[in-house]
């Protein structure tokens, strides 16, 4: 879930600036810079992401649920 405006109550969100949206047919891939060159990817619904009019150099916070999250290291 993504949204421009912090929500009351949210403990598990992270901030960013969008650079880079990969489009596809049910969903997009939005990567965020979220400080220290690191890249959080965010996962949203199409009608989600249109209906946001999200773009690159928007600035926004990732919400999410424990639950989802997947972490990948090198």
């Known amino acids: ?3 421009s405006q912090k929500r009351a109550g949210d403990e ?5 600036t969008v650079t880079r949206l990969i489009k596809g047919p049910k969903s ?8 220290d060159g690191k890249t959080l ?3 949203i619904p199409l ?3 249109e209906k946001l009019e999200i773009k690159k150099g928007d600035k926004l916070i990732a919400h999410f649920s424990p639950q989802d999250v997947i972490i990948a290291a090198n």
């Open 28 to 35: 997009w891939e939005i990567l965020l810079i979220i400080g």
């Open 1 to 3: 879930n993504l949204s």
């Open 41 to 43: 990817t965010a996962v």
């Open 47 to 49: 009608e989600r992401a």
């Open 12 to 16: 598990n969100n992270v901030s960013g």
